[in-house]
């Protein structure tokens, strides 16, 4: 297959993914809110969904091999064992969060966020986004599942935001966490954010772990770089 052949082919599927997941999470947000006029709904399925494309075509440009990881299954066969398990959890709870929102800000009318803290939730996903393209720049071993990624020549990566956090991705995350409820309009899954912080917390440690054991430098990496998500927090 030609350069350009595959190019085209990795583009198909980035759109594709980036459908079906606009599809997917919109059935669990109206199905739950019991309506489809819920504007905030829709904006923030455009915001991911323009945001997904904008960064899937950077890779493309930038890092094919990360688009590609980048766009694999959750499950994978070099994919450590607890991880499969917590990311099956995560798929769970994701979709469970984005039930319970709709349930509480539309169908229930249980919250009452005020407008301006929507827009601000808006930006903080955007920033997430967006400082996450500096995350795959400095490291194009990001993938979305914790491996040993050998075929591509694995290295510890300790530039960019990594000189400073060693998982600055799921540092930034936490902004994608609080900004969504906000964005929604739900006091309700915001709730709910301290239980999935602690859960990037325990991934964090056990990436560690296997980090430490499989990939030749990040003993001293980690001796190194001593802040996990936020610079001056341990």
């Known amino acids: 297959m030609t350069e350009l052949k595959m190019t085209k082919a990795l583009m198909a599927?980035?759109?594709?993914?980036?459908?079906?997941?606009?599809?997917?999470?919109?059935?669990?947000?109206?199905v739950s809110a019991g309506?489809?006029?819920?504007?905030?709904?829709w904006l923030w399925l455009i915001e991911w969904a323009l945001c997904g494309v904008w960064i899937g075509l950077w890779l493309g440009r930038e890092d094919p091999g990360l688009l590609v990881e980048r766009l694999a299954p959750f499950a994978q066969r070099t994919q450590q064992p607890w991880d499969r398990v917590f990311m099956l959890c995560v798929s769970v709870g994701f979709c469970a969060?984005?039930?319970?929102?709709?349930?509480?800000?539309?169908?229930?009318?249980?919250?009452?966020?005020?407008?301006?803290?929507?827009?601000?939730?808006?930006?903080f996903i955007f920033v997430?986004?967006?400082?996450?393209?500096?995350?795959?720049?400095?490291?194009?071993?990001?993938?979305?599942?914790?491996?040993?990624?050998?075929?591509?020549g694995h290295t510890v990566s300790d530039t960019g935001p990594?000189?400073?956090?060693?998982?600055?991705?799921?540092?930034f995350a936490l902004l994608f966490l609080v900004g969504t409820p906000l964005m929604l309009g739900s006091w309700w899954g915001l709730a709910c954010v301290p239980?999935?912080?602690?859960?990037?917390?325990?991934?964090?440690?056990?990436?560690?772990?296997?980090?430490?054991?499989?990939?030749?430098?990040?003993?001293e990496y980690l001796?190194?770089?001593?802040?996990?998500?936020?610079?001056?927090?341990?």
């Open 13 to 30: 599927k980035l759109f594709v993914q980036v459908v079906v997941w606009f599809g997917l999470m919109g059935v669990l947000l109206f």
């Open 35 to 41: 309506t489809l006029a819920w504007t905030a709904a």
């Open 97 to 123: 969060w984005l039930c319970l929102m709709g349930i509480d800000a539309v169908r229930m009318g249980w919250s009452r966020v005020p407008l301006w803290l929507s827009v601000l939730g808006a930006i």
């Open 128 to 152: 997430d986004i967006y400082a996450t393209r500096a995350v795959f720049a400095a490291n194009r071993f990001a993938a979305p599942v914790v491996k040993i990624q050998s075929e591509r």
């Open 162 to 171: 990594y000189a400073y956090v060693r998982h600055p991705m799921y540092g």
């Open 195 to 219: 239980v999935m912080v602690v859960g990037i917390g325990y991934r964090a440690v056990r990436e560690e772990q296997t980090l430490a054991e499989n990939l030749p430098g990040y003993r």
């Open 223 to 234: 001796a190194r770089v001593r802040y996990r998500f936020v610079p001056g927090i341990r």
